[in-house]
């Protein structure tokens, strides 16, 4: 059975960081591409950012580029997102994914699996 975990959320204050990680078993992540989204209170799933299934290259949304770092540890089965300059309007709840094609990575839809998500709250 598939299971991918996040953790690591919290409350943090503005300009605070937190790193989230995302724990999978039942699957070997280095044949997927992995993903995070965030669903911020009362808005639409939203595309965080991706990470190639190497390691060598990741793809994040401008409103955290320079701010959030995505990686992996395929030894581990593990995928981390480190949130750095944290704001109120990042808020939400992050939730992991794994997904084959990286032509999709920004697409939530075509994820085939998805973690149950970890509250992230940026207090001002």
């Known amino acids: 059975q598939v299971q991918l975990v996040e953790s690591g959320g919290g409350l943090v204050q503005t300009g605070g960081s937190l790193r989230l990680s995302c724990t999978v078993s039942g699957l070997t992540i280095s044949y997927y591409q992995m993903g995070w989204f965030r669903q911020p209170p009362g808005k639409e799933q939203e595309f965080v950012g991706g990470?190639?299934?190497?390691?060598?290259?990741?793809y994040y949304a401008d409103s955290v580029k320079g701010r959030f770092t995505i990686s992996r540890d395929n030894a581990k089965n593990l995928v981390y997102l480190q949130m750095n300059s944290l704001k109120p309007e990042d808020t939400a709840a992050y939730y992991c994914g794994a997904i084959s094609d990286w032509g999709h990575i920004g697409t939530m839809s075509s994820y085939d699996y998805w973690g149950q998500g970890t509250q992230v709250t940026v207090s001002s």
């Open positions: 990470i190639n299934w190497s390691g060598t290259y990741a």
